[in-house]
């Protein structure tokens, strides 16, 4: 498959979904400057998806990428949530505030969410794509049949042979450097923790389908590289933070742009599953609670938006899910479309050479 003829990009680019954090603004730029732009509705209400996709769909004409995701739905477990809130109380406290009484599982996954799958069949997005595994083979045929192109994301050969075993179109190669979540489809298995580069082109090697690398990669000399090594397109992410079009908030903001930048952590304090983020006071808190482990993802993200919002109150910015790779310091700010500008001078210069 070619994918750029498939889509009709004029660039092998794709912004990552980011959930939170990337708007139908954004990726109606991303789109309309000829790369494909994605947005992540795994934290959504299907009326919000429903009203995402409406907006983009008014904003441009091209192929866009809507994001899901499916995760396991997480077992409750009373006595180990009860024991994370008592030990996040002391910080809470910091901030005039108490933990949540209990704790919910605030984002349903795609994997049993009926009226997600309809709505998507109503709107037929041209992309869809999946996080932390993959929905059922009815489901996926449903899609198929709805003319949508499939992608899932990969952290490891043996999810890339699942994916390709489903018969999804486009594996994506999630190296350890991205930011955001691990797309690992069971967490609590060891992870290889495999780079972006070694595990494009293992896949490249080892599977049919073709591949799309992500993570670290922030300019077009890096797609470049990913290019060569067999990827037919690069994704891109905490590239896009910066530009004025994403979420991101002023502290976020600044944070990228900071010394922060240079020090991202995998952490799992935050949201209950591995995700790489700037360094601050959440990601420092391993040291202390490391010995805990965290309610399942994505009840204790319920805790973390608690936690950041009490904070935030009193001006403190630093519990954010202020989610970034560790390409962060080559982080530009100027507007969507004149990045993926920049990007494709960049990539047609490293082409001459």
Known sequence: MNLQERLRLTIPLIQAPMAGVSTPELAAAVCNAGALGSIGVGATDVAGARAMIEYLRGQTTRAFNVNLFVHTPPQPDTSRERAWLEALRPVFAEFDATPPEHLQVIYRSFADDPDMLAMLLATRPPVVSFHFGLPSADILAALRAAGCLLMATATNLAEARMIERAGIDIIIAQGIEAGGHRGMFDPDRPDDELSTFVLTRLLVRQCQRPIVAAGGIMDGAGLAAALKLGAVAGQMGTAFIACPESAADEAYRAALMGPAAAHTRLTTLISGRPARALANRFSAMETRLGHLQPPAYPIAYDAGKAL????????????????????APLARTMPAASLVETIRQELDACSKQ
């Open 308 to 327: 950041n919002a009490a904070a935030k109150r009193f001006g403190e910015y630093g519990f954010g899910a202020q989610w970034a790779g560790q390409g």
